[in-house]
Nanobody, 122 residues
Framework: EVELVESGGGMVQPGGSLRLSCTAS????????MIWLRQAPGKGPERVSA???????YYADSVKGRFTISRDDAKSRVYLQADSLKPEDTALYYC????????????????RGQGTQVTVSS
């Protein structure tokens, strides 16, 4: 059974940092592209960042230069380092397994985690 479990969320002040983790199980992690998404209250999901099996990375314009995605295949984990956080980054962040990826505008996912809440507030 595929399982994705996120951790690392919390409340931070504007300008602060968080490192989100997603631990995968139930499948060969190294064979899959992975993605982080987020959803703020009252809004639809936003595709934040994706990483390929060979480490190529993609970012939404809203987080480019502030967030960094990485992966550790030995630990079956994908990370999202979020720096210079802004109040508009407040959302539920979740990871997902990609089954198709052309770009952040063209992709398919088949499993996602429950998410970890990030709140940026003074």
């Amino acid at each position: 059974e595929v399982e994705l479990v996120e951790s690392g969320g919390g409340m931070v002040q504007p300008g602060g940092s968080l490192r989100l983790s997603c631990t995968a199980s139930g499948f060969r992690f190294s064979n899959y592209y992975m993605i982080w998404l987020r959803q703020a209250p009252g809004k639809g999901p936003e595709r934040v960042s994706a990483i390929t099996t060979d480490g190529r990375t993609y970012y939404a314009d809203s987080v480019k230069g502030r967030f960094t995605i990485s992966r550790d295949d030995a630990k079956s984990r994908v990370y999202l380092q979020a720096d210079s956080l802004k109040p508009e980054d407040t959302a539920l962040y979740y990871c997902a397994r990609l089954t198709l990826f052309v770009s952040l505008d063209s992709l398919q996912i088949d499993n996602r985690g429950q998410g970890t809440q990030v709140t940026v507030s003074s």
